[in-house]
C-alpha cells in the first residue's frame, strides 16, 4: 500500500508516490530524479564558486605581476637621482662624502653599544648588591 498519491515522474516517467495525501503541485519528480536534480544544481554552484574564486585570484595576482614589472624602473630612477646629485663631484670629494657619512655611522654605533653596556653594567651592578646582601645574611645566620 503507498504512503501517499502516485504520480508519473516527468522527468525519467516512472512511477513514485508522494510522502502525504494531499495533492502538492509543486512535486513533479520521483525522488531519484529530484535528489539527481538537486546534486546537479548543488555541484553547478560549487563549480561557479570556484571559478569566481579563481577569476578574483588571478586578478590579484595580475595586479601583483604588474606592480612588481615597476620595481626595476623605480630602481633605475633611484639610482640615476642619486648619481646626478653626485655627478658634478670630484672623486676627492666624494671619498670625503663617503668618510663623513661613515664616521657619523661609526659614531653612532659607539654611542649605542657605549649605551648598552652602561644597562649591563647596572644589572650587574644590582645582581652583585643582591648576592652581597644574601651572603651577609647567610654569615649573620652562621654566627647565630
Given at each position: 500500500?503507498?504512503?501517499g498519491?502516485?504520480?508519473?515522474?516527468?522527468v525519467?516517467?516512472?512511477?513514485f508516490?508522494?510522502?502525504?495525501?494531499?495533492?502538492?503541485?509543486?512535486?513533479?519528480?520521483?525522488?531519484?530524479?529530484?535528489?539527481?536534480?538537486?546534486?546537479?544544481?548543488?555541484?553547478?554552484?560549487?563549480?561557479?564558486?570556484?571559478?569566481?574564486?579563481?577569476?578574483?585570484?588571478?586578478?590579484?595576482?595580475?595586479?601583483?605581476?604588474?606592480?612588481?614589472?615597476?620595481?626595476?624602473?623605480?630602481?633605475?630612477?633611484?639610482?640615476?637621482?642619486?648619481?646626478?646629485?653626485?655627478?658634478?663631484?670630484?672623486?676627492?670629494?666624494?671619498?670625503?662624502?663617503i668618510?663623513?657619512?661613515?664616521?657619523?655611522?661609526?659614531?653612532?654605533?659607539?654611542?649605542?653599544?657605549?649605551?648598552?653596556?652602561?644597562?649591563?653594567?647596572?644589572?650587574?651592578?644590582?645582581?652583585?648588591i643582591?648576592?652581597?646582601?644574601k651572603?651577609?645574611k647567610?654569615?649573620?645566620?652562621?654566627?647565630?
Amino acid at each position: 500500500m503507498s504512503k501517499g498519491i502516485i504520480k508519473d515522474c516527468r522527468v525519467c516517467g516512472k512511477q513514485f508516490s508522494t510522502n502525504s495525501m494531499k495533492v502538492s503541485a509543486d512535486i513533479y519528480s520521483c525522488p531519484d530524479c529530484w535528489g539527481k536534480n538537486k546534486q546537479s544544481a548543488l555541484t553547478k554552484n560549487l563549480t561557479e564558486k570556484m571559478n569566481r574564486a579563481v577569476m578574483s585570484i588571478e586578478t590579484r595576482l595580475d595586479k601583483v605581476e604588474e606592480a612588481n614589472r615597476m620595481i626595476p624602473m623605480i630602481v633605475n630612477a633611484e639610482l640615476s637621482n642619486s648619481m646626478l646629485s653626485l655627478n658634478g663631484l670630484s672623486g676627492v670629494d666624494i671619498k670625503e662624502l663617503i668618510t663623513t657619512e661613515l664616521a657619523e655611522v661609526k659614531k653612532e654605533l659607539v654611542e649605542h653599544q657605549l649605551d648598552s653596556i652602561k644597562i649591563f653594567q647596572k644589572k650587574l651592578q644590582k645582581q652583585v648588591i643582591t648576592l652581597n646582601n644574601k651572603i651577609i645574611k647567610i654569615m649573620q645566620e652562621m654566627k647565630e
